[in-house]
């Protein structure tokens, strides 16, 4: 019982990693995290997921040498969207607030 529960607190952490990387635009730890959901995408035989995010994360990691800029805007934080200026914690991801801006254009 215990090591699952163990698991589980991972699993929920590194959850909870991912969504403060995005709530604070924080790159590195986007990363990591990702990496760290790489396992558990593989684990649970989610396919799609297993064979791009390793992929992508090349990528991005490649960005530091072959787009430095780009790299730094990633690093300030320009991979979300910060939704308000005066509340702190309230970036989003860029698929996220396209599903807003859809929704407000639909006028739902």
């Known amino acids: 019982m215990y090591k699952w529960a163990r698991m589980y607190t991972r699993q929920v952490m590194t959850l909870l990693q991912f969504q403060r990387a995005i709530r604070e635009g924080n790159w590195c730890l986007y990363l990591s995290s990702m990496e760290k959901l790489c396992t558990y995408f593989f684990a649970y035989n989610r ?33 979300t969207i910060n939704t308000s200026n005066a509340v702190p914690f309230t970036r989003i991801g860029i698929d996220q607030a396209m599903e807003h801006l859809n929704k407000a254009t639909k006028g739902q």
Do not use: C, K, R, S
């Not at 090349?58 to 991979?79: I, R």
């Open 47 to 79: 396919l799609d997921y297993a064979q791009n995010i390793p992929e992508y994360l090349a990528h991005m990691h490649e960005l530091e040498t072959t787009e430095p800029d780009m790299w730094q805007e990633f690093v300030n934080g320009d991979f």
